[in-house]
């Protein structure tokens, strides 16, 4: 791993981003309507439209308006939403870290839950515990979350089985045993596909080392089969691991849109809806950058750590 | 087929999937009410005698409607697969037989398509085409294209240097020939066993699609809306929203079962 | 219609005093008491606080309660003396004195005048700023303070319902100086209301604490209201059910009677000129023939529609856009389903087997789409074969609306028949779309508000409304009642027909 290979990466990271931008600035350009339109709904009479798109400058030639925001963006201001009325730092920020706590807690209860259950059925394979762990996953990749989501409101959130609250967000640093009741069933429902990914990673992988040569010198020489599992067949599994909850990433950023609309969570996936009906250019323009940055990066990341826990992979 | 059928997956997918294209080639005709008659004296119905999987906020009958979604939910995740293994099997398959500037072009344009999450790509796509089942579809097939794309291409890859494409070239056959009878034939194995997979994302997708209000539009019986529209009433007639999941899921999980055994006979030394 | 008090009505005075509410029952224990934060839920976001140009249905309650205009229409839809403590019209209504109240300050401290008056009205008339109301004020001449307290606007033509449009939910009272930072207006409040604004958070919550400087004695009863963003509604029920919200702004239809019947919560149901029309481009075939238009009316269930989609709760309509509450409305005869007239009357018009259109339905809100989807089965009968053709709202506001030739309308309730007519139907109209142009339909709306003789207007409006039904411009199959819930500690939380003014200076919460 040399700097060199590191500083290239980055580069393409940049690269994408101005791709994204100007892509997603041409595509809602081409989008009926626009955003002074929406504010004013049945509203609008020309005369309004008119004066309403001057106000927000929608009525500047696209070239300026798009080199007008990257200027800004370079400097660090990402402009104003269009249909708020507030900086859009503030808006996509305040989203984005009601994202990554879902995002996150999902990720770390998975990652708690779904290593030892791909280990156990490794470990116990062929018995009732690798059957059901394996029916588990199937059934968990084979439900669109939206699906999931509304089970799990039906069985644990209607009027008459009130265990978990039926959606909404309350902060974590006012009442965190409140947050944690609010994000329950969004983290399950976004959890689910991903245990099922992992956990069958997990095995698979397991699965192979367990049979290797290497393990079986390990019980030749008499190790004890804890040992044998924790210090020699664990570690090496759990390169493939990483590079399925990276790969994940890109699933859960996508997964979020769905999860936030149904809870109605107020992130990233919510908002980027919101600004897609409203055409508010320039939210969209921050959400799909700070999406796009994050799955680059995390992909950056993970092959690095995938790198570091197995030497045979090698970057130039 | 034998093979296939020796894994419990194997015959698990198989008869997932019988049920599924059954429902998909003749749902329509077996449906015992029209899926959009109302009966308005039974709205909001669990499953009785009269309407084996109840009744929804209009008074139509959900077995009836499922039956009637069936065949569109089915195309549309194999039409959409079917675009993007298309268009991605012609990508790669030029990117891995040109090789050198061609193929590092292609492959840096790929890159970027596939750096954004998959769903957010067809959001963006469908959002900007319009919503409605024939966007959503191109919206997923294009989606998939570049990911269709790399696996040709690796696949394409692998292939080339085997003895019998060696052979041929020495033999002074033509670029064409050679792609065609040589290499497409046995690099088709992994294409199609992830398409089969693929279709399973696909159906997924377009019934989240439906879901958003971005795919089929009312009063469609895709899947996906049938959920959304059922939504607003989930407490007071669950069914309305489980059944069509139910249906979503067994033909995902049918196709993806179904995949992982292609992929298992195909390539007996893999084990799971 | 009271004839002694005519003559006083000629001039259009407008006093400040306690007017009857109409009887909507309303649980009251006892006597209000000071104190507490009022909670109330809503499901769509509050995108701004710009008073000019907002149009959210969670938005107007948060201006009704931070803003103040010149007169403010109350439960009985007529106009109240609001900032304006009387007003007095000249005999041929062309020009309007309104006299301030005294000692009125805003938010800041700064005293309201009527220079405040006259610069908000230059704003809203200003073509250079988007302001909703301009189209109910655009018979306005000149705005002139005559003195600190007194506003006299003059008009360009007769128009007797100014005091309706002065109370327009939109005609909010700026002061000047705020009118210099119109983008600020979207995020920051300096008003008259009886609430101050403290927070803002948009996704979340906005929360308004009491004016204790509020030019009504003794109001707001309540120290503080935030309002709660719920987007999704089971998220929204189940909080409103579970305690955590007060009030839930407003109910589904679907809900309503498992929310109004859960213990501890009460429903309120009012009836409201809020309608869905199917709009039928008459400038081209089919619809240019009026015996196409009768045969479609024919062809619609109207009972079944309540039925369906309001679960009851809601009137059915007989293709008049007037709504039955407004003054001067007429009763209107019904129009049955009767499929085997309508395909009688279709083929006289020449469409012997029936006719294929394509119908459009935005999804926002949902009632549009599920209207056409009920219209398709009974239409069918009748010989309309109707395509549904539904897509994302953004999509229908830029193609099709005021585009397209046959696709589903959605209007709320407009305080006048003036109001209503000059929003939709008159050949001038702000948001013209079935080009359907009447000359002597355009005369009679001319005249109707010219006059200010109340047996006058009857009859010219009466006249106009049998046109509207001689003609069939829109067919409108309902009138949806609007629905809102609220606890049983919260007293006397009403919402207006017009749903744009709620008055929660008046509610109080039990201690």
């Avoid at chain 1, 309403?52 to 798009?66: A, C, F, I, N, S």
């Avoid at chain 1, 209607?158 to 329950?184: K, V």
């Avoid at chain 3, 585009?403 to 008159?426: E, H, R, S």
Wanted: hydrophobic share 45%.
């Amino acid at each position: 791993m040399n700097l060199s290979y590191l500083i290239r990466r980055l580069v393409a990271v940049l690269v994408v981003m101005a791709i994204v931008t100007v892509a997603v600035f041409a595509i809602t350009n081409v989008l009926p309507g626009n955003a002074a339109l929406m504010i004013l709904g049945e509203n609008a009479t020309a005369q309004n439209l008119a004066a309403l798109e001057r106000q927000l400058g929608l009525d500047r030639p696209l070239l300026v308006q798009y080199f007008d925001w990257v200027s800004g963006v370079v400097r660090g201001d990402l402009g104003m939403s269009l249909r708020l009325g507030l900086p859009v730092a503030e808006v996509v920020g305040s989203a984005f870290i009601n994202s990554m706590w879902l995002a996150g807690l999902a990720l770390a209860a998975v990652t708690v839950i779904s290593i030892p259950l791909g280990a156990l059925a490794a470990i116990k394979r062929g018995t009732v515990y690798d059957t059901g762990i394996g029916v588990f996953s199937y059934v968990g990749t084979a439900l669109p979350e939206f699906v999931t989501a509304t089970l799990l409101l039906v069985l644990f959130a209607s009027p008459a089985n009130p265990i978990f609250p039926a959606g909404g967000f309350a902060d974590p640093m006012e009442d965190f045993g409140l947050f944690l009741t609010h994000a329950a069933l969004p983290v399950a429902t976004l959890g689910l596909v991903l245990m099922a990914h992992i956990s069958r990673q997990v095995r698979s992988e397991m699965s192979e080392v367990l049979s290797s040569d290497y393990v079986r010198a390990a019980r030749i020489k008499g190790l004890s089969e804890r040992r044998v599992i924790w210090r020699h067949t664990l570690p090496n599994s759990m390169a493939p691991a990483v590079a399925v909850i990276s790969l994940d990433i890109g699933y859960l950023l996508g997964g979020i849109i769905v999860v936030e609309e149904i809870f109605a969570w107020p992130g990233l996936g919510r908002l980027l809806i919101y600004a897609l009906q409203n055409r508010d250019l320039p939210v969209i323009q921050a959400i799909t950058l700070v999406l796009a940055v994050v799955y680059a990066l995390s992909n950056l990341i993970s092959d690095l750590v995938i790198a570091k826990l197995d030497p045979r992979v090698r970057y130039g | 087929m034998g093979r296939i059928l020796s894994t419990s997956n194997g015959v698990a997918g198989v008869i997932l999937l019988t049920i599924v294209l059954t429902a998909a080639l003749f749902g329509p005709w077996i449906a015992p009410y029209d899926p959009q008659l109302f009966h308005s004296q039974a709205r909001l119905q669990g499953p009785s005698a009269t309407h084996w999987l109840g009744t929804d906020q209009f008074g139509r009958d959900l077995l009836s409607r499922i039956l009637n979604g069936a065949p569109s939910t089915v195309l549309f995740g194999m039409g959409a697969t079917s675009l993007g293994v298309c268009a991605g099997t012609v990508i790669g398959v030029i990117a891995g037989v040109a090789g050198g500037r061609t193929d590092g072009v292609i492959m840096r344009i790929l890159d970027g398509m596939l750096a954004m999450p998959e769903l957010l790509f067809t959001l963006l796509i469908v959002t900007f085409l319009g919503g409605g089942t024939l966007q959503a579809l191109l919206a997923v097939g294009v989606a998939f294209t570049p990911g269709m794309a790399r696996i040709a291409r690796s696949a394409v890859l692998s292939v080339r240097t085997r003895e019998y494409v060696l052979a041929a070239r020495a033999r002074g056959e033509s670029r064409s020939w050679i792609v065609l009878r040589e290499v497409l034939p046995n690099a088709i194995g992994p294409i199609i066993v992830e398409a089969t997979i693929r279709v399973s994302f696909a159906i997924m997708i377009g019934a989240t699609l439906g879901f958003l209000g971005l795919g089929a539009q009312p009063p469609s019986t895709e899947w996906g809306l049938m959920v959304s529209e059922a939504r607003q009433f989930m407490f007071r007639n669950p069914w309305g929203v489980i059944i069509p999941g139910i249906a979503i899921a067994m033909t995902a999980m049918g196709f993806n079962l179904f995949g992982d055994a292609l992929r298992d006979a195909f390539d007996p030394k893999r084990s799971l | 219609m009271n004839f002694l008090t005519l003559k006083r009505r000629h001039v259009l005075m407008g006093l400040a005093a306690t007017t009857a509410l109409p009887s909507i029952s309303f649980a009251q224990s006892g006597q209000p008491v000071s104190g507490g934060t009022l909670k109330i839920s809503h499901s769509t976001r509050i995108a701004t606080l710009n008073p000019l140009s907002l149009s959210g249905p969670a938005e107007y309650p948060c201006i009704d309660m931070l803003y103040s205009r010149l007169t403010r229409i109350g439960f009985d839809s007529q106009p109240h003396p609001d900032l304006a403590e009387s007003w007095v019209a000249s005999p041929d209504a062309t020009e309007f004195t309104f006299t301030l109240r005294a000692g009125v300050t805003f938010h800041d401290g700064t005293p309201l005048t009527a220079d405040d008056v006259v610069a908000t009205y230059q704003a809203i008339l200003n073509p250079d700023i988007p302001a909703a109301a301009t189209s109910v004020l655009n018979m306005i001449d000149t705005v002139e303070a005559l003195d600190e307290l007194t506003v006299r606007f003059t008009l360009s033509s007769p128009f007797a319902d100014l005091p309706f449009s002065t109370a327009h939910a939109n005609a909010c009272i700026l002061s000047r100086s705020a009118l210099d930072d119109l983008t600020g207006l979207e995020t920051r409040v300096n008003g008259t209301g009886p609430f101050k604004l403290e927070t803002y958070d948009s996704a979340r919550i906005v929360r308004m604490v009491k004016n204790d400087n509020y030019f009504v004695r003794g109001r707001p009863y309540l120290d503080a209201v935030e309002m709660l963003l719920f987007p999704d509604l089971a998220a929204e029920t189940a909080n409103f059910l579970s305690g955590t919200t007060d009030v839930m702004l407003t109910v589904q239809q679907a809900d309503f009677e498992r929310i109004a019947g859960s213990p501890g919560i009460g429903g309120q149901r009012v009836n409201s000129g809020r309608y869905v029309c199917v709009v039928m481009r008459q400038d081209a075939e089919p619809w240019n023939d009026v015996r196409v238009r009768k045969a479609l009316a024919k062809a619609v269930d109207r009972q079944l529609l309540v039925d369906i989609l309001l679960e009851g709760l809601g009137r059915p309509a007989y293709d008049s856009i007037v709504a039955p509450e407004l003054q001067y409305a007429t009763d209107k005869p019904e129009i049955a389903y009767d499929p085997e007239g309508a395909r009688a009357l279709l083929a006289e018009a020449g469409y012997p087997d029936g006719i294929s259109v394509t119908m459009v339905a935005s999804d926002r809100p949902a009632i549009r789409s599920q209207t056409a989807i009920v219209m398709q089965q009974t239409a069918a009968a009748a010989g309309f074969n109707l395509d549904i053709q539904t897509m994302p709202h953004d999509t229908y506001l830029a193609n099709v609306w005021r585009k397209g030739p046959f696709y589903i309308g959605y209007w709320g309730m407009q305080p006048t028949i003036d109001a209503t007519y000059n929003l939709l139907l008159t050949s001038e109209a702000a948001y013209q779309d079935s080009e359907w142009k009447n000359e002597e339909f355009d005369a009679l709306i001319q005249a109707g508000r010219s006059t200010t003789d109340e047996a006058e207007r009857a009859r010219i409006y009466a006249e106009a409304q049998t046109l509207e039904l001689a003609e069939t411009p829109y067919i409108v199959p309902f009138y949806e009642d609007v629905l809102t819930a609220n606890r049983d500690n919260t007293n006397s939380w009403q919402v207006a027909p017009i749903s744009r003014y709620f008055y929660i200076e008046n509610v109080w919460l039990d201690s």
